[in-house]
């Protein structure tokens, strides 16, 4: 199966969905393509000062994300986005060498000159619009989608405090599968128990 993982690499929640996505994909015999969201396109003036510049800062890798897609290299944005997350979510590193991280990932440093290039920001602004569409203008991600029976469905979430691996991964991702047989339902949360544990890569 296909599925659609919408990110923006600094929000920590999306992080950590995205670990439960990649160990769901090996239990299910999934297929991810990783699609381009900014928190600091979504957000503008919104946003708290204190984040301004690391949501930035991410706009700057959103942008080498469409820019590898554009090249037809998506397959690489996996890549690109694990070496992302160790970077900022395990080192702390909220601001870094883009062609140096591209360099770790496997990928031609030069996608990293993109980081700087408002004009990709139309295609990423059409990747948000789908989103958005499939999981509603008052969220930001983690949003996934997939075909399900013909009918294209996508939500927002699921969001977890700590990324389920194996046959737990597994177990979640049929949950949420078998949610989409189920139009009326839009919303399903709870009241956060525990701390953020951030993903390993």
Known sequence: MQLDFWFDPICPFTWNTSRWAVNAAGE?????????????????????????EPVQFALGLVRVTQALIDAGQGQQVGDAYREW????????????????????????????????????????????????????????VPIIAWDHEGTRVGFFGPVVMAAPEGAEAGAL??????????????????RRSGDLTLAQP
């Open 28 to 52: 299910r015999d999934l297929e991810i393509t990783w699609r381009p969201f900014s928190l600091a396109i979504k957000n503008g003036d919104s946003t708290p000062e204190q984040y301004r």
């Open 85 to 140: 997350g160790r970077r900022i979510h395990q080192e702390q590193q909220h601001t870094f060498d883009v062609a140096d991280s591209l360099v770790a990932a496997g990928i031609d440093p030069s996608f990293a000159t993109a980081a700087d290039d408002p004009s990709i920001d139309a295609a990423i602004n059409a990747s948000m619009d789908e989103a958005l569409g499939l999981g509603g203008d008052d969220v930001g």
């Open 173 to 190: 991702w049929d949950l949420v599968v078998a949610s989409a047989a189920f139009p009326e339902l839009t919303e399903l949360k709870r």
